[in-house]
């Protein structure tokens, strides 16, 4: 055991010894994943990421929050690709790995335990893009863009909200006028995920305004496209380094081939989409949660106050208790789910549930892991602020709080029609 | 050449797992502790992956000895890229006692039985620190050993190794069949990617028992007590040479 410490002294003259290399995260807290009920698979899976993110992500995952930027992005799209990882649920014939809701939310979940950002931006080109040119495209489509998108070439992303139009998307007024074999897109689109780097982007728009949501169509847009531009990149208070920003249409032509689905059926091809994301975003604030268990945990054993580890004190020990059941139940919850959409059986209800009751819970746990760090959880230079700033988004992003609780709410009126 | 090349695999508690010593001095704490492959076999299998590769060798096959658990540290290793995998089945109770003379005797039969034509370990395990079983499993076979090594060569019926020695580094040349041992230097290992993973799973891994291959598991070593090394004591802070002088005087060091 004392081996790797003499190891690190042979090797001094050279550079950084592997091992030492691919340990740095610091995070060995182990996962019960039994008691989560993973397949040995899936936990083989797990570890396989957790090590491929120790080298690839965490060295990086603070100072892309401080920069606001991740400089090795492209770079670690193509690790990314490379592993397998971006087309994640994609058939094994378009180059994907063929595997499941509940491996795609294991992925999402370790990268968010590194960098909450960059998991957003890969959630939103895996899940938000990949996945529904998986479930819409034709073969044409599938076999010009999965490609790419799958080796790490190319960034996707998907646009739906407006400046005007958030909560209430489908009032978006970005129009698509049909001029022959070309649609012609005019409006904007706002805070979207890795739109200031996507090479291949779904935007959704009003081919037939009068007829509200029965007139939105989905299109499939390439970067270079004439008439589509992007604004500058958003200064966010959380998700830092996960580029955000305006989308621009003025005049855009786009080829009738491009719809992605059926013409005017766009809300349906939304609105399915929208009950797989929040499934699959929810692993974010799961991350999140056992980031904060990682870092203050150990700290509570380290620091001393009045004789003692401070986490030897009752109302620490509360802490870490009310901290990790809530995370225990959120994951249980989020999996069971999973499972479910993974034999067929998609519930809009617990989809909107999980993500609510996954998102709101991490941002209580990463107040209590700053107040567990006391003064230090107020510095920058603990990550327990950027875990507090990033979980707060997913209570916004993918539906905010309150539409995941109408829809719960609607669920059961429908009940009792 | 059979072309075959047998690689052991070590399943041991992670390295960044803080070790605790059990309550009653018998060993360390296992239950619900993280494990993963020893990071020299992780090297030692990227090695021999790297030559199938390179088509010097045909097939690379994962050893590992213990109980039920190991098979996830042979899993891993087909997922790296190994061909097949054998887990030498031993139970917890035996597992306690396993050490590297028993793991070189069972290595030298199945080398026999497989027709290897090299063994690649890693040089040491992180728990134990031995560094005994690729050197004993030579002398079982009698065949020559390249070990510390950070750099393979094969070269028709020899093997080239750059050895990292005190001085330096060596480079020898031996005859095949050889065993060699891994060094932190001799390769990156590879991740194991998610398609590899579902690939892995089609491949097999044949259950043995040492008692088929005629090996004696007793061992003649007890461990009698296990501590946590002691604290590290505050030092003092000497003002002068003479002051440094007297308290070594003092503590009965000069």
Redesign the interface.
């Known amino acids: 055991m004392f081996a790797l410490r003499s190891l690190s002294r042979l090797g001094s003259r050279l550079s950084v010894p592997a091992l030492a290399r691919r340990g740095c995260s610091g995070s060995a807290m182990a996962l019960d994943d039994v008691v989560n009920g993973l397949t040995e698979d899936q936990i083989q899976l797990r570890n396989s990421v957790r090590k491929f993110l120790a080298e690839k992500l965490a060295p990086y995952a603070d100072e892309i929050d401080k920069k606001n930027e991740f400089a090795g992005m492209r770079e670690y799209w193509k690790d990314m690709g490379e592993m397998g990882l971006l087309g994640i649920t994609a058939p094994v014939e378009y180059g994907g790995t063929g595997l499941g809701y509940l491996e795609h939310v294991i992925v999402i979940e370790e990268m968010s335990r590194v960098s909450a950002a960059i998991a957003l931006s890969y959630g939103a080109h895996s899940n938000l893009c990949v996945n529904q040119l998986v479930r819409h495209g034709n073969e044409e489509q599938k076999e010009k863009y999965m490609p790419k998108l799958v080796t790490g070439e190319h960034v996707g992303a998907l646009a739906m909200s407006e400046p005007n139009a958030g909560s209430d998307v489908v009032s978006m007024k970005l129009k698509a006028e049909k001029k022959g074999d070309y649609y012609v897109l005019n409006g904007n689109k706002f805070w979207i995920t890795n739109g200031p780097d996507a090479d291949v982007l779904i935007v959704y728009g009003k081919t037939n305004p009068a007829a509200h949501q029965k007139g939105i169509t989905a299109f499939i847009i390439e970067k270079g496209m004439p008439g589509f531009s992007t604004a500058q990149k958003l200064d966010k208070l959380g998700m830092r380094g996960s580029n955000t920003c305006e989308l621009v249409f003025e005049d855009c032509k786009v080829p009738e081939k491009n719809i992605l689905g059926p013409l005017n059926k766009g809300v349906y091809v939304m609105m399915s989409g929208l009950d797989i994301e929040r499934l699959v975003l929810a692993a974010g604030p799961i991350g999140i949660m056992q980031a904060v268990l990682d870092f203050s945990v150990p700290y509570l054993h380290v620091r001393e106050a009045f004789g003692q580890k401070i986490g030897h004190f009752q109302l620490m020990q509360g802490k870490m208790a009310d901290m990790y059941t809530r995370l225990s139940a959120c994951r249980q919850y989020l999996y069971n789910v999973a499972r479910a959409c993974d034999q067929g059986h998609f519930s809009a209800m617990d989809c909107a549930g999980v993500i609510l009751y996954c998102a709101e819970n991490a941002t209580q746990v990463a107040l209590d892991g700053i107040q567990c760090l006391g003064g230090n959880g107020y510095i920058n230079d603990y990550p327990m602020g950027r875990f507090l700033r990033d979980a707060k988004l997913y209570e916004i992003g993918a539906g905010t709080s309150e539409v995941r609780r109408l829809i719960i709410g609607r669920a059961f009126n429908a009940m009792y029609k | 050449m059979s072309g075959r090349v047998l690689v052991g695999v070590k399943r041991v508690i ?6 605790r010593v059990k309550p009653d001095h018998s060993g360390v704490v296992t239950e ?3 494990h ?1 492959m020893n ?1 020299f076999c992780e090297i030692a299998v990227e090695e021999a992956v790297k030559m199938k590769e390179k088509k010097l060798i045909k097939e690379v096959v994962a050893v590992s000895c213990g109980p039920q658990q190991v098979q ?1 540290t042979i ?2 290793a087909l ?1 790296m890229g190994a061909d097949r995998g054998i887990h030498v089945e031993v139970s917890a109770k035996e597992y306690e006692s396993l050490g590297p003379l028993q793991v070189s005797k069972i290595l030298a039969a199945l080398a026999k039985k497989e027709e290897a034509q090299l063994i690649i370990l890693g040089k ?1 395990a ?2 134990g ?1 031995c560094n005994q079983t690729g050197q004993m499993t030579a002398a079982l076979l009698d065949w020559p050993q390249g070990t510390f090594a950070s750099e393979v060569t094969l070269e028709g019926g020899h093997v080239k190794v750059v050895r990292e020695i005190d001085g330096g580094l060596e480079t020898i040349k031996i005859n095949t069949p050889a065993v060699l041992t891994a060094d ?2 001799l390769n ?2 590879r ?5 590899n ?2 690939k892995a ?1 089609k491949k097999k891994i044949a259950n043995v028992k040492p008692a088929d291959l005629g090996v004696e598991l007793a061992s003649k070593l007890q461990v009698l007590r296990v501590d946590a090394p002691p604290q590290r004591e505050a030092g003092v802070k000497v003002e002068s040479v003479a002051d440094l002088v007297a308290k070594l005087k003092e503590a009965g060091t000069i």
């Open positions: 992670d390295y960044a797992v803080k070790i619900g502790v993280k993963s990071p996830e899993r891993t997922a040491q992180i728990d620190d932190l230097r990156t290992p991740y194991a990617t998610l398609p993973i579902m799973k």
